[in-house]
T-cell receptor, first 116, second 114 residues
Framework: DTEVTQTPKHLVMGMTNKKSLKCEQH?????MYWYKQKAKKPPELMFV???????INESVPSRFSPECPNSSLLNLHLHALQPEDSALYLC???????????????FGPGTRLTVT | GQNIDQPTEMTATEGAIVQINCTYQ??????LFWYQQHAGEAPTFLSY????GLEEKGRFSSFLSRSKGYSYLLLKELQMKDSASYLC???????????????FGAGTQVVVTP
């Protein structure tokens, strides 16, 4: 099973709402990632969790709050977002421990987020 | 700093060959990946190079020259389903630990025509 799942597929939220994006993988991967992708642009890294600990935060605004409850799950909590935060949010995972750089990242299908 | 360059768009006919070039200037290098992304879908892994030379996988091949900061993805026997964006991504080992971030180029939109 090389699948990363994400829910919901689509999300529309107002600027005062609180919502969460969920990501799950059952490949035993120990690194999980959140990316943001705007139309016709490449994915931009937001956060990385390695062994359930936050290892990279790419200076993401605090209105985005990641959480890794266990090795299979990754959440992204959203609060007080702006319209410019509308984008495709991709979750990815990899077996990467840093020792074996050939481990590729497997991406989920993404959540299409619209902030109104 | 990081700089990864790819052409914006390429057009080719079904059955032909297309070569997508990628040049990079990054502070570190720990491998180069190619991903395919269809519109509205997630990127899917195509190939990985860390040593110089050619890696072949069916209709897709990828080449790397580390001294030149250059890679290409070769798509042979093009099919209509190959119409997609192709993303070059460099793995940067980072400064604090051996784990590396993936820096993506802007992507090359390949259009396959009948």
């Amino acid at each position: 099973d090389t699948e990363v799942t994400q829910t919901p597929k689509h999300l529309v939220m107002g600027m005062t709402n609180k919502k969460s994006l969920k990501c799950e993988q059952h490949m035993g991967h120990r690194a999980m990632y959140w990316y943001k992708q705007k139309a016709k642009k490449p994915p931009e890294l937001m956060f990385v969790y390695s062994y359930e600990k936050l290892s990279i935060n790419e200076s993401v605004p605090s209105r985005f709050s990641p959480e890794c409850p266990n090795s299979s799950l990754l959440n992204l909590h959203l609060h007080a977002l702006q319209p410019e935060d509308s984008a495709l949010y991709l979750c990815a995972s990899s077996q990467d421990t840093g020792l074996f750089p050939s481990y590729e990242q497997y991406f989920g299908p993404g959540t299409r987020l619209t902030v109104t | 700093g990081q700089n990864i360059d790819q052409p914006t768009e390429m057009t080719a006919t079904e059955g032909a060959i297309v070569q997508i070039n990628c040049t990079y200037q990054t502070s570190g290098f720990n491998g180069l990946f190619w991903y395919q992304q269809h519109a509205g879908e997630a990127p899917t892994f195509l190939s990985y190079n860390v040593l110089d030379g050619l890696e072949e996988k069916g209709r897709f091949s990828s080449f790397l020259s580390r001294s030149k900061g250059y890679s290409y993805l070769l798509l042979k026997e093009l099919q209509m389903k190959d119409s997609a964006s192709y993303l070059c991504a460099v793995r940067d080992p980072g400064s604090t630990d051996s784990w590396g971030k993936l820096q993506f180029g802007a992507g090359t939109q390949v259009v396959v025509t009948p």
